[in-house]
């Protein structure tokens, strides 16, 4: 069907690329920073490979094509060919569908500036979502599980003649990613490099048997955590999977020790961040006199569902609401009095301390005067001045050689 030789040639740029604007796409609301774009040379390559595999711009406009882009940052890889799409009368339907709310935002955002429709889907599933799909372009996630969530989806659920393309900067790329497309597809081809670029494509679904089990979520056999046996659960892009977080881990050992048994609490607890859910689910085990409800959020889709599947797994599912929200946009100013934050210090593969800093901000607005912000943080990062100057007084609680733990004082 498709012929995966032509990826024995460079690849040229393509109509479709050559007349976007590709530098009109900004980050916001992700924080945005001189090292950090819109775009890379990835999506370019992905278009463009796209176009010479399924002749894309040879469409006409009876051609109804079911077009997907999964893990399309900010709009790089949907909007161009939404653009072309219109400027050209064509059939198409582009649907993206992305792990993180902050970048559907982004990508959402992106599409009204250019005049364009949001192609962020609607729909929740994934497998919903890449249904019918003939091309699924892929910006390759960081983890090798999100891939493969997302090759299963589409094994599952695309089209049975799909073009898979998945592409990465050269230097992040595996030859676990091959494998896992070779899991699924009959013909799987890695192209030439461009721009420090590449593209694996993979055609001919393989026959799934009927009775396939998903591998999502996983579980995991219960883990001990300050004399706490807890399960946890992780789908593919939720942040750590089964595992801990080491800084988590000490984060917890620590407010057990600071707190005590008879700590008294509020009605409601902010665990900001939530990924697989450990400190949502740990807290009201360990904390008897805790009656109240933890409000897990995170901006992330897997995290949010691993967060609730934990929460089942440990039969604490009434005591835990987990929310999709980006920095707790959603949380009324000065309503909480709690919040508990490992916060995040990678944008991708780019280390970042403003999803930090934007983390700390969302917090001195949620927080009641005199509200308390704990935090754990990799010493080296430093943090304590930052966070007395966003959120307020900030004392040291405990450190060990990695890590450090925080309390903040929201400022009257
Ligand atoms: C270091 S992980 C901590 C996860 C979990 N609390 C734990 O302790 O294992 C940070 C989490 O922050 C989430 N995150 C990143 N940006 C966010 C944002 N803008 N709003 C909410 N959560 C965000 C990430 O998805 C990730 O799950």
């Known amino acids: 069907m498709y012929n995966l030789d032509l990826l024995g040639q460079d690849v040229s740029q393509g109509e479709i690329t050559r007349d976007f604007d590709f530098s009109a ?19 370019e390559l992905l278009l463009d490979t796209a176009d010479i595999l399924s002749a894309l711009t040879r469409s006409n406009g009876q051609d109804e094509l079911r077009i997907v882009t999964l893990n399309d940052g900010f709009g790089a890889l949907s909007l161009p060919l939404q653009q072309f799409a219109r400027v050209n009368s064509l059939n198409w339907t582009i649907t993206v569908w992305n792990d993180s709310l902050s970048r559907e935002q982004a990508i959402s955002n992106n599409a009204n500036h250019l005049g364009l429709p949001s192609p962020v889907a609607a729909q929740l599933k994934l497998q919903e979502v890449v249904s019918g799909a003939v091309v699924i372009l892929i910006q390759a996630p960081r983890s090798l599980s999100e891939l493969r969530q997302l090759i299963e989806a589409t094994a599952l659920a695309a089209s049975a003649d799909v073009l898979v393309l998945v592409g990465g900067r050269q230097k992040y790329l595996t030859l676990s990613i091959n494998d896992v497309l070779g899991e699924y597809f009959n013909e799987v081809r890695a192209g030439r490099a461009r721009s420090k670029s590449r593209v694996i494509a993979a055609t001919g679904k393989r026959p799934l048997p009927e009775n396939y089990v998903s591998a999502f979520p996983v579980r995991s056999e219960p883990k001990t955590l300050a004399a706490i046996p807890l399960k946890l659960a992780g789908y593919g892009a939720t942040f750590g999977g089964t595992n801990i977080d080491p800084g988590t881990r000490f984060f917890l050992e620590t407010l057990k020790l600071t707190f005590g048994d008879s700590a008294e609490f509020p009605d409601s607890i902010v665990d900001l961040g939530c990924g697989n859910g450990t400190i949502s689910s740990f807290f009201p ?56 934050l490992n916060p995040p210090f990678h944008v991708g593969n780019t280390v970042d301390p403003n999803i930090a800093l934007k983390l700390f901000k969302a917090s001195a607005r949620v927080l009641k005067n005199n509200g308390e912000l704990w935090c754990v943080w990799n010493s080296h990062l430093n943090y304590k001045h930052d966070l007395n100057r966003i959120v307020g007084p900030t004392t040291e609680i405990a450190r060990n050689r990695k890590f450090t733990v925080t309390r903040s004082l929201k400022r009257a």
């Open 285 to 340: 085990l360990q904390f008897p006199k805790f009656s109240g409800r933890m409000l897990a959020t995170d901006s992330s889709r897997d995290a949010v569902a691993a967060t609730q599947e934990t929460a089942i797994l440990n039969n604490v599912a009434d005591r835990v609401v987990a929310v999709r929200d980006d920095a707790m946009s959603t949380f009324p100013d000065k309503s909480e009095e709690l919040i508990l």
């Open 25 to 43: 796409l900004s980050r916001w609301p992700e924080p945005e920073a001189d090292n950090l774009q819109g775009s890379d040379a990835t999506d």
